[in-house]
């Protein structure tokens, strides 16, 4: 399972990618005001760090509109996966720009018939919000699974699963054994996943043990 990192903040991408854990970048309208910065300068910085997609989020609400921001977008690197709202709009500019070679991610996703349309339209990327569903008392993860079973039957759908909304490390986890081709995660859940308390106890131990011999390495 590929690991998108959920954030438009560099020095939180810049780190994470040094760990190797970082195979794309997923923004969104709510991330990129939380910078404060311009769009087009995170898009451009995030770009020089990270190889691969890198989901930038149109704004037009109409399919003529989300197609010029998504050609304008798509301008900044060869990487860019333009983000389209689940709508009808958004299907249309989704069907356009995937017929003119740009990824596409399509988003705002909360049923598996929604995801279904937009495998018909030619989605790169599905991104179903599993935290929101949650949210809602709704196991988000069963539309993992839902999504994933229409997916499989249907050889012609080459759309991947991008888990969104994700919360937890159980999200994770459970989001891989489900089969999903990318989860997307925001920075202190990724790190969350590296933790252990017995990894922590045991390193503890192993220093105390190796100061005791009263040796250095080097
Ligand atoms: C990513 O593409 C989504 O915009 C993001 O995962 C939404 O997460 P949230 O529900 O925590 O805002």
Same mark, same amino acid.
């Given at each position: 399972?590929?690991?998108?990192?959920?954030?438009? #903040?560099?020095?939180?991408?810049? %780190?994470?990618?040094?760990?190797?854990?970082?195979?794309?970048?997923?923004?969104?309208?709510?991330?990129?005001?939380?910078?404060?910065?311009?769009?087009?300068?995170?898009?451009? #910085?995030? /770009?020089?760090?990270?190889?691969?997609?890198?989901?930038?989020?149109?704004?037009?609400?109409?399919?003529?509109?989300?197609?010029? +921001?998504?050609?304008?977008?798509? !301008?900044? @690197?060869?990487? =860019?996966?333009?983000?389209?709202?689940?709508?009808? %709009?958004?299907?249309? @500019? /989704?069907?356009?720009?995937?017929?003119?070679?740009?990824?596409?991610?399509?988003?705002?996703?909360?049923?598996?018939?929604?995801?279904?349309?937009?495998?018909?339209?030619?989605?790169?990327?599905?991104?179903?919000?599993?935290?929101?569903?949650?949210?809602? @008392?709704?196991?988000?993860?069963?539309?993992?699974?839902? =999504?994933? @079973?229409?997916?499989?039957?249907?050889?012609?759908?080459?759309?991947?699963?991008?888990?969104?909304?994700?919360?937890?490390?159980?999200?994770?986890?459970?989001?891989?054994?489900?089969?999903?081709?990318? /989860?997307?995660?925001?920075?202190?859940?990724?790190? +969350?996943?590296?933790?252990?308390?017995?990894?922590?106890?045991?390193?503890?131990?192993?220093?105390?043990?190796?100061? !005791?011999?009263? +040796?250095? =390495?080097?």
């Amino acid at each position: 399972m590929k690991f998108f990192v959920d954030t438009a #903040d560099i020095d939180e991408i810049k %780190e994470l990618a040094e760990a190797g854990l970082v195979d794309g970048v997923t923004t969104n309208p709510s991330l990129v005001a939380k910078t404060g910065r311009k769009f087009g300068d995170i898009l451009k #910085d995030i /770009c020089d760090i990270v190889d691969g997609p890198v989901s930038a989020e149109v704004t037009a609400l109409d399919a003529p509109g989300m197609i010029a +921001q998504g050609e304008k977008l798509a !301008k900044t @690197a060869d990487n =860019i996966a333009v983000k389209v709202p689940l709508t009808i %709009e958004g299907l249309k @500019a /989704c069907r356009h720009l995937t017929d003119k070679g740009i990824m596409v991610n399509v988003t705002l996703c909360f049923s598996a018939v929604q995801a279904l349309m937009a495998g018909k339209a030619g989605a790169t990327f599905i991104s179903p919000f599993v935290g929101r569903l949650d949210d809602l @008392a709704i196991d988000g993860m069963d539309l993992i699974a839902e =999504i994933r @079973a229409i997916y499989d039957n249907y050889d012609s759908i080459t759309t991947e699963i991008l888990v969104a909304s994700v919360r937890s490390p159980n999200h994770v986890a459970q989001a891989a054994i489900m089969g999903a081709d990318v /989860c997307t995660i925001p920075p202190s859940t990724l790190r +969350q996943l590296i933790k252990h308390p017995l990894t922590d106890i045991g390193l503890a131990a192993f220093l105390a043990d190796w100061e !005791k011999t009263g +040796q250095e =390495i080097g």
